[in-house]
């Protein structure tokens, strides 16, 4: 079905559009539901030449649900709301530097994130996105069977906890806290039947999946990491290169992102905002 009052373009074959012809802050009810729709039908949505105050971006966030406030990262003055994902000049580490989902250690783990750009390097600092989609529908039936009754373990405290990796950087000190609420694992299906398109999607991740359940860690290690390399095909991914007043809205139950980390000596300032979303179930569950 054809759009009417946006204009939407494909990035790559494999992932994500660019909705053109619209402006966030005054979005008829028409143009709204094509939103909606490209969202929902592509899994990562991107937007450009958007002036957002911090007020405006939590108002759009919140069209799409509650507002799902990181515990973890530092957040933007006066905006509990926006969590600051930033990089100094002098840091050499950046946050999202690796293949993730957001929040995918909640029970309830987040629909989507909303992340804007507000300043920028001169070059590089480009996010990465994956089909999760397309990653399930290209493996062989047999593994796909396989996976569809299969749980993973999902956990935070091995990155966020008091024991965990940020505690040995140094630079994560200024970005972020609250370590004692990294909380206990939860468990997730591996094929998820996606809440909003009822379509199929792998739904494990290199940072915060730990195992599959009643599996043990080294069992579970050949598998994922060949879900890993999978998923990761050139052919499900697309690359978004950011410009003053861009933002992308991504789907956690559909995609991975990764924050490239080519832009050392330059500062780079994103405001994210994460949208509650809902339990998850199994691809069986209709």
């Not at 905006?79 to 995918?104: C, F, L, M, Y």
């Not at 200024?174 to 039947?193: C, E, F, M, Q």
């Not at 991740?205 to 860690?217: G, K, Q, Y």
């Amino acid at each position: 079905m054809a759009y009417e009052t946006v204009k939407v373009r494909k990035v790559t074959g494999g992932c994500g559009v660019e909705v053109t012809g619209v402006d966030l802050k005054s979005m008829s009810n028409r143009q709204w539901d094509e939103v909606q729709r490209a969202f929902v039908e592509n899994g990562v949505v991107f937007f450009r030449d958007q002036s957002l105050t911090p007020e405006e971006h939590i108002a759009f966030a919140r069209r799409w649900g509650p507002i799902d406030v990181n515990r973890f990262f530092s957040a933007v003055a006066g905006h509990p709301e926006i969590a600051e994902v930033r990089k100094e000049p002098e840091q050499k580490t950046n946050i999202g530097g690796g293949w993730h989902t957001d929040h995918s250690y909640d029970i309830e783990p987040a629909m989507g994130s909303v992340l804007l750009a507000r300043e920028l390097p001169d070059e590089g600092g480009d996010t990465l996105f994956a089909n999760m989609y397309r990653a399930f529908e290209a493996l062989s039936p047999g593994l796909q069977r396989t996976l569809e009754g299969l749980r993973a373990v999902h956990g935070a405290a091995h990155i966020f906890g008091p024991k965990g990796v940020h505690k040995s950087n140094p630079e994560s000190a200024s970005r972020y806290g609250n370590d004692h609420l990294a909380g206990d694992d939860v468990l997730h299906p591996v094929v998820i039947r996606h809440p909003l398109s009822g379509r199929k999607a792998l739904y494990v991740n290199p940072a915060f999946t730990l195992r599959f359940e009643d599996w043990s860690v080294e069992d579970s290690k050949p598998l994922l990491e060949h879900l890993y390399r999978h998923a990761t095909r050139p052919e499900f991914t697309c690359r978004f290169n950011w410009q003053p007043g861009s933002i992308a809205f991504w789907d956690n139950r559909a995609t991975w992102h990764y924050a490239a980390n080519d832009y050392h000596g330059e500062r780079r300032l994103m405001h994210r905002i994460t949208v509650a979303g809902c339990p998850l179930q199994p691809a069986t569950a209709h």
